[in-house]
T-cell receptor
Framework: NAGVTQTPKFQVLKTGQSMTLQCAQD?????MSWYRQDPGMGLRLIHYSVGAGITDQGEVPNGYNVSRSTTEDFPLRLLSAAPSQTSVYFC??????????????FGNGTRLTVT | SQQGEEDPQALSIQEGENATMNCSYKTSINNLQWYRQNSGRGLVHLIL?????REKHSGRLRVTLDTSKKSSSLLITASRAADTASYFC?????????????FGKGTRLSVIA
C-alpha cells in the first residue's frame, strides 16, 4: 500500500492563479480531510469528507473548494491564490466505524508558496 | 479554533533523559491521540487513549489522561536523538470515525546526543 499520496510536493503560484492539490489513498478509507500547517499555528482543518459525494467545511475553508467523486481521491482547489495561502498542506484519511481503531494517516504534504 | 494546547512549545534534553509533554483541551472528548512529525514529513500516529482510560503504554511511550482537568501528558523515556521531532495532541469528539480531529500547536522536542 502506498498510503496517502499527495502531489505536487512543492508549488509556487502567483497571486490570482488557481491550482489543484491532489490527494489519493489506497486504503479504502471513507473519511478524508485537508489541513494546513503554518508556523506557530499547528494544523487547521480546511475541509473534510465522510464519503464519496459528501463534503463539509472545517475551521478555515475560505478560498478553497473540494469535491469527492470517488473514495480514493480528495482534491483541494485554490480558486484564486493569495499570499495568505502560503502554507504546507496535508491530506489525511481514516476508516469510519470505531474511531478507536482508526487513527489518521497523513500524506507527506504539499509546500505551497504564493508570491 | 485549536482544541488542544501543548506545553511546552519547545523542549531540549540530553539523550537518555525523559521527555514530558502536556496537552490541555477545552471540550469533552471521546479519545485523545498523540502524533509525531519529523521535519518535512507528515504526521504519524503514536498512541490513542480513550476517555475512560487513565494511562496507556506503548514501548517507551506513556500517556496519561485526566478528563476532570481536561489534560493529557506524553512521556518518552530514555530518549534518543531519533526522537527529535514535533509532537502533537489531537482530540476526537466522536466515536464513529466521522468527526474531524482537532490538533494543538505542538511541542518541538530536540534530543541532543
Amino acid at each position: 500500500n502506498a498510503g496517502v499520496t499527495q502531489t505536487p510536493k512543492f508549488q509556487v503560484l502567483k497571486t490570482g492563479q488557481s491550482m489543484t492539490l491532489q490527494c489519493a489513498q489506497d486504503m479504502n478509507h471513507e473519511y478524508m480531510s485537508w489541513y494546513r500547517q503554518d508556523p506557530g499555528m499547528g494544523l487547521r482543518l480546511i475541509h473534510y469528507s465522510v464519503g464519496a459525494g459528501i463534503t463539509d467545511q472545517g475551521e478555515v475553508p475560505n478560498g478553497y473548494n473540494v469535491s469527492r467523486s470517488t473514495t480514493e481521491d480528495f482534491p483541494l482547489r485554490l480558486l484564486s491564490a493569495a499570499p495568505s495561502q502560503t502554507s504546507v498542506y496535508f491530506c489525511a484519511s481514516r476508516n469510519r466505524g470505531s474511531s478507536y481503531n482508526s487513527p489518521l494517516h497523513f500524506g507527506n504534504g504539499t509546500r505551497l508558496t504564493v508570491t | 479554533s485549536q482544541q488542544g494546547e501543548e506545553d511546552p512549545q519547545a523542549l531540549s534534553i540530553q539523550e537518555g533523559e525523559n521527555a514530558t509533554m502536556n496537552c490541555s483541551y477545552k471540550t469533552s472528548i471521546n479519545n485523545l491521540q498523540w502524533y509525531r512529525q519529523n521535519s518535512g514529513r507528515g504526521l504519524v500516529h503514536l498512541i490513542l487513549i480513550r476517555s475512560n482510560e487513565r494511562e496507556k503504554h506503548s514501548g517507551r511511550l506513556r500517556v496519561t489522561l485526566d478528563t476532570s482537568k481536561k489534560s493529557s501528558s506524553l512521556l518518552i523515556t530514555a530518549s534518543r536523538a531519533a526522537d527529535t521531532a514535533s509532537y502533537f495532541c489531537a482530540t476526537d469528539p466522536g466515536n464513529s470515525g466521522n468527526t474531524p480531529l482537532v490538533f494543538g500547536k505542538g511541542t518541538r522536542l530536540s534530543v541532543i546526543a
